[in-house]
């Protein structure tokens, strides 16, 4: 079924909780709705969204929006080691997480509770805990808008990089409609990152018990996120807001000795380089926590800005994105720039 609206109303299609509209909504359930659109006719710009997740409207979006409500999880292959598992755009990707702990089947599980729909995540390359959804994905299926044909990426076509995509330089050419994912079989937890062992009560070196479930370790990623997260549905955010910054090592050791001695500077080397988390940064510049109008920055996490009373205008929340920049780069040097996409 293709549904067709004018002036949709687009507050619970952004998890930030805008009060926009769109001046046409079209969703579809099956391929032959989609194939049956005619993309020529569609009032432009024409944007494809997945949960309203990452997105910031900045205003009434002037165009068409699309929504994929194919929803399908079909197990295709088993071998001895993998399942190959089908899954329609979408579906929403935790859901699609929650059913490989189901199964027993390793390789979702850190990324449990991020918000979106599968279809986005191939499009964002979606990550968390050590784990990005490339390291799952085998193959991309995709609407090409422009030749009206399927066409599919295996994942080493996607141009994967840290929340990119070839998908997301294509400017909407393809559509996500379904993506095929690898999970195995065999024992592989990462629990490597951050605070997972700790969450799970395991020491640093402690040994990892050899009968840990998918489950148990999605378990954990739950609570950690749950703690630091503002819970989605009632605090309107699009999780992280600003991308990490990946600088060369000479602004890393600037930054360092431009804090006192005993404060650790949180870091990752990325090759010759090194990201330093955004919310450290802006946790530096006194942020976390802060309140203006009714714009927020997550007291928990400084890298969420938050719609803080429900009440938030865009333009409160892109205010608040720019006060950041500005004393980020006065204090840093370093630029930011925002992971959320703004519409
Ligand atoms: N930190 C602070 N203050 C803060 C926030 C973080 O000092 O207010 C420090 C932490 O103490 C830690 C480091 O920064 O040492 C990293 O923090 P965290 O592990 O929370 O991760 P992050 O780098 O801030 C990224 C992703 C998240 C993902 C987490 C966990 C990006 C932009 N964000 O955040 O993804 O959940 O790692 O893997 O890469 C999202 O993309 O929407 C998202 C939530």
Redesign the pocket.
Known sequence: MLKKEYSKDLSKLNTFGMKVTARYFSEYDSLADLLDLDFEELARPVKHIGGGS?LLFTGDFPGTLLHSAIRFTEVLSESPDEVLVSVGAGVVFDDFCAWAASKGLWGAENLSL?PGEVGASAVQN?????VEVKDIIRTAYCYDTQEEEMVRFEVSDCAYGY?DSFFKHAEGRYIVTHVVFALQKGYSPQLD??NIRAAMGLGVDAPVPADLTPGQVRDAIIRI?RE??PEPGKVGSA??F???PVVPRSKYEEVCASVPAEVKV?HYEVGELVKI????L??QCGW?GKRSGNAGVWDK???VLVNATGQALPEEIVRLENKIIVSVRERFGIELSP?VEHL
């Open positions: 990452n991020i979606i990550g968390a805990y050590g929340r990152y951050g996120r630091k997260l999780g992280s600003f991308k990490n949180p988390p955004a919310g450290w802006i946790e976390k996490q400084a890298l992971e």
